[in-house]
T-cell receptor, first 114, second 115 residues
């Protein structure tokens, strides 16, 4: 079945450490996104990519980095510069902009700083 | 910038009754799309219903329907015959027209279904 796979489900990070969250899709979607979810704040866009080897900052990109070397993969790195990384992270994908549609989401990664 | 506002942080409904969740948005665009997403306790986001702004007819998906008031920039979700499985966070979302894919989400409404 087609879908989006996020791993790991739970991730613990020590202060000052970089960590990478994985997102893989087999839907042949062009666009991929990373959102951060905090209680009471809904979903906030970190980065998005509409084609391979290209990506744009979202609303809260500081302290994060991404790459899009393959259509299927869009990993997110949470760097030590991110001051408050504890949150739930959601990856999503969508078809090209000519098709009206929403996102398909992964099941998320819960990141906790210890 | 587009904003999406959900003014009801929490709502409750008796099983089999009807409930309406509110959403307003702010945009200067004429071509856009609106969505309602459901996030159950598993935290998997599920698309419930979507509406194209150029369509006057309100979208319907089984027990879920919307009341789209374009002039008022209002997009409410009505859930009929509420079921225990409807208990979840519901997010209203906005996307500009074709060729632009970024989606803006509201802060969510937590719906409790009382047996």
């Amino acid at each position: 079945d087609g879908g989006i796979t996020q791993s790991p489900k739970y991730l613990f990070r020590k202060e000052g450490q970089n960590v990478t969250l994985s997102c893989e899709q087999n839907l042949n979607h062009d666009a991929m996104y990373w959102y951060r979810q905090d209680p009471g704040q809904g979903l906030r866009l970190i980065y998005y990519s509409q084609i391979v080897n290209d990506f744009q900052k979202g609303d809260i990109a500081e302290g994060y980095s991404v790459s899009r070397e393959k259509k299927e993969s869009f990993p997110l790195t949470v760097t030590s510069a991110q001051k408050n990384p504890t949150a739930f992270y959601l990856c999503a994908s969508s078809m090209g902009g000519q098709v009206m549609g929403g996102y398909t989401f992964g099941s998320g990664t819960r990141l906790t700083v210890v | 910038a587009q904003t999406v506002t959900q003014s009801q942080p929490e709502m409750s409904v008796q099983e089999a009754e009807t409930v309406t969740l509110s959403c307003t948005y702010d945009t200067s665009e004429s071509d856009y799309y609106l969505f309602w997403y459901k996030q159950p306790p598993s935290r998997q986001m599920i698309l419930v219903i979507r509406q194209e702004a150029y369509k006057q007819q309100n979208a319907t998906e089984n027990r879920f329907s919307v009341n789209f008031q374009k002039a008022a920039k209002s997009f409410s979700l009505k859930i009929s015959d509420s079921q225990l499985g409807d208990a979840a966070m519901y997010f209203c979302a906005y996307r500009r027209g074709r060729g632009y894919q970024k989606v803006t989400f509201g802060t969510g409404t937590k719906l409790q279904v009382i047996p």
